[in-house]
T-cell receptor, first 114, second 109 residues
Framework: KAGVTQTPRYLIKTRGQQVTLSCSPISGHRSVSWYQQTPGQGLQFLFEYFSETQRNKGNFPGRFSGRQFSNSRSEMNVSTLELGDSALYLC?????????????FGPGTRLTVL | GIQVEQSPPDLILQEGANSTLRCNFSDSVNNLQWFHQNPWGQLINLFYIPSGTKQNGRLSATTVATERYSLLYISSSQTTDSGVYFCAVLGGYGQNFVFGPGTRLSVLP
C-alpha cells in the first residue's frame, strides 16, 4: 500500500502571496488532518477533514483553509502569506471511523516565506 | 484540552546505551502514538499504544492509561536512533491529535 504523499515538498513564496498544498491519503483512508510545525510552537493541529467535511479545526486564523475531495485527497490553502507562516506542513491520514484510529504522516511540505 | 508533557527534553547517549523517554498526559485517551522524526522532517510511526505493552526490535513501549503516562524504551542505541521523539494523544471522538514537545535524542559514536 502506498503511503501518504504530499506535494510539493518544498516551496518558496513571498509575503502577500497565497499557496496551496496537496495531500493524498493512504488508499481507503477517509480522514485527512493537517499540522503546522515551527521551531517555536512545535506541532500544532490545523484542521481535519472526513468524507469531504471539516470535522475539527484548530486555533488558526481564517487565512488558513482546506478542503477534501470525493477521492479523499485534501488541499490546504494559505492566503496573504506572512513571514511567520514559514513552517513544515504535515498531513496525516487515518481511516477516521472511530476515535482511536492510528495516524500515518506524509513527508511534509516545507514552506519558506520571504 | 488535553496537555502532553515529555521528558527529558534533551538526551545525549553513547552508542550502545539504553534510554527511557516519558510522556505524561492530562486526561483519558483513545489513541497514543510514538513517532520518530527523521532529519528530513518525516514522522515515522513507532508504536500505536493507547494501553499495554508492545515491542519492536530494540524498541518497546508501555502505556499505563489509568495513570496517564507512557514510556518508550530504546535499548542498545545506535547513531541512527538520533532525532526527535514525539508522543501524541487523541482524546474523545472528534477531538484533535495533540503532540508533546518532543525529546531530542543524540546518540554519539
Amino acid at each position: 500500500k502506498a503511503g501518504v504523499t504530499q506535494t510539493p515538498r518544498y516551496l518558496i513564496k513571498t509575503r502577500g502571496q497565497q499557496v496551496t498544498l496537496s495531500c493524498s491519503p493512504i488508499s481507503g483512508h477517509r480522514s485527512v488532518s493537517w499540522y503546522q510545525q515551527t521551531p517555536g510552537q512545535g506541532l500544532q493541529f490545523l484542521f481535519e477533514y472526513f468524507s469531504e467535511t471539516q470535522r475539527n479545526k484548530g486555533n488558526f486564523p481564517g487565512r488558513f483553509s482546506g478542503r477534501q475531495f470525493s477521492n479523499s485527497r485534501s488541499e490546504m490553502n494559505v492566503s496573504t502569506l506572512e513571514l511567520g507562516d514559514s513552517a513544515l506542513y504535515l498531513c496525516a491520514s487515518s481511516s477516521g471511523t472511530s476515535g482511536g484510529n492510528e495516524q500515518f504522516f506524509g513527508p511534509g511540505t516545507r514552506l519558506t516565506v520571504l | 484540552g488535553i496537555q502532553v508533557e515529555q521528558s527529558p527534553p534533551d538526551l545525549i547517549l553513547q552508542e550502545g546505551a539504553n534510554s527511557t523517554l516519558r510522556c505524561n498526559f492530562s486526561d483519558s485517551v483513545n489513541n497514543l502514538q510514538w513517532f520518530h522524526q527523521n532529519p528530513w522532517g518525516q514522522l515515522i510511526n513507532l508504536f500505536y499504544i493507547p494501553s499495554g505493552t508492545k515491542q519492536n526490535g530494540r524498541l518497546s513501549a508501555t502505556t499505563v492509561a489509568t495513570e496517564r503516562y507512557s514510556l518508550l524504551y530504546i535499548s542498545s542505541s545506535q547513531t541512527t536512533d538520533s532525532g526527535v521523539y514525539f508522543c501524541a494523544v487523541l482524546g474523545g471522538y472528534g477531538q484533535n491529535f495533540v503532540f508533546g514537545p518532543g525529546t531530542r535524542l543524540s546518540v554519539l559514536p
